[in-house]
């Protein structure tokens, strides 16, 4: 889920084949303290989010080559999608910045002062609906290190609050999870990915499971973060979304196909090329 840790180390680049969350000896991954995240869900005034480089991303399982050479950059404070046929690598390219997958090639963030937080929001939740876990409960479990069946800590209580109504979740906090519809659990799902406020926010398909309420809730939290200056890496099938949303667009089946502006990347050459089966040259 949200990725709690703050990487406190320099902006250097990684070593080839490291993964950036994996050397937690070399980059002293610290937890965040309860304290000083008691109000993380509320949208800071002003954030700074890192840049990231990746550079020549390699990845192979078995024979198949998963990603070839993947090279682009996110601006700091962008809000960056990537777009693709199903089994092109994003989410697995998602999974080499996350520290998940290993892979050859540079990848480094490059932050503008003290390293931050990442946010994570997967596209899907997998769970056994039977279980009686409320919508509080789940917040718990992700967001706190006091044990779920104990409550809510008082550190994150506020924190938890802000964001399940940011998502228009807050009248539903005593429902169980299992209840809720699949665009319900998708903004719980946005929620946990708030808390602590990151600097950096990773999207898997936020938008897969949300009906048009929840859509409307997704891009008005799209624009504060592209308002607070958080870096948002935004993987996604909707591609009237995207020319609407997203401020670049970098095209991937297994090897980066374009990397441009929404206007010059979503033309009807660049993702036929992009969908073919056998991806082309880049255009």
């Given at each position: 889920m949200t990725s709690k840790e703050n990487l406190v180390a320099d902006s250097t680049d990684l070593p080839v084949g490291a993964s950036l969350l994996a050397k937690a000896s070399e980059l002293s991954i610290t937890s965040v303290d309860e304290k000083s995240s008691s109000r993380?869900?509320?949208?800071?005034?002003?954030?700074?989010?890192?840049?990231?480089?990746?550079?020549?991303?390699?990845?192979?399982?078995?024979?198949?080559?998963?990603?070839?050479?993947?090279?682009?950059?996110?601006?700091?404070?962008?809000?960056?999608a990537l777009v693709g046929p199903n089994?092109?690598?994003?989410?697995?390219?998602i999974k080499t910045l996350l520290g998940q997958m290993p892979h050859q090639g540079r990848l480094s963030l490059e932050w503008p002062g003290e390293p931050g937080?990442?946010?994570?929001?997967?596209?899907?939740?997998?769970?056994?609906?039977g279980l009686p876990m409320t919508v509080d409960d789940f917040m718990a479990a992700m967001c706190q290190r006091r044990p779920a069946f104990l409550g809510l800590s008082k550190h994150y209580a506020g924190a938890i609050g802000d964001a399940l109504e940011r998502v228009g979740m807050q009248d539903?906090?005593?429902?169980?999870?299992?209840?809720?519809?699949g665009g319900e659990r998708q903004r719980v799902l946005l929620?946990?990915?708030?808390?602590?406020a990151p600097q950096l926010l990773v999207l898997d398909?936020?938008?897969s499971a949300l009906d048009e309420a929840g859509i409307q809730?997704?891009?008005?939290?799209?624009?504060?973060?592209?308002?607070?200056?958080?870096?948002v890496l935004?993987?996604?099938?909707?591609?009237?979304?995207?020319?609407?949303?997203?401020?670049?667009?970098?095209?991937?089946?297994?090897?980066?196909?374009?990397?441009?502006?929404?206007?010059?990347?979503?033309?009807?050459?660049?993702?036929l090329t992009l969908f073919s089966t056998h991806p082309r040259s880049a255009v």
């Open positions: 993380a869900g509320s949208l800071p005034q002003w954030v700074a989010g890192p840049k990231l480089h990746f550079a020549d991303i390699s990845l192979t399982l078995g024979r198949t080559t998963i990603l070839d050479k993947v090279t682009f950059q996110v601006q700091p404070g962008s809000v960056h089994g092109g690598g994003k989410s697995s390219l937080t990442i946010g994570y929001v997967p596209q899907a939740l997998e769970f056994d609906r539903k906090r005593k429902r169980r999870m299992g209840a809720l519809s929620a946990q990915g708030l808390i602590p398909e936020p938008m809730v997704f891009e008005r939290l799209l624009t504060d973060w592209r308002e607070a200056g958080i870096t935004w993987i996604e099938h909707d591609l009237e979304a995207v020319g609407r949303l997203a401020d670049r667009v970098t095209g991937l089946n297994r090897r980066v196909l374009f990397d441009a502006t929404p206007q010059e990347a979503l033309t009807p050459e660049r993702l």
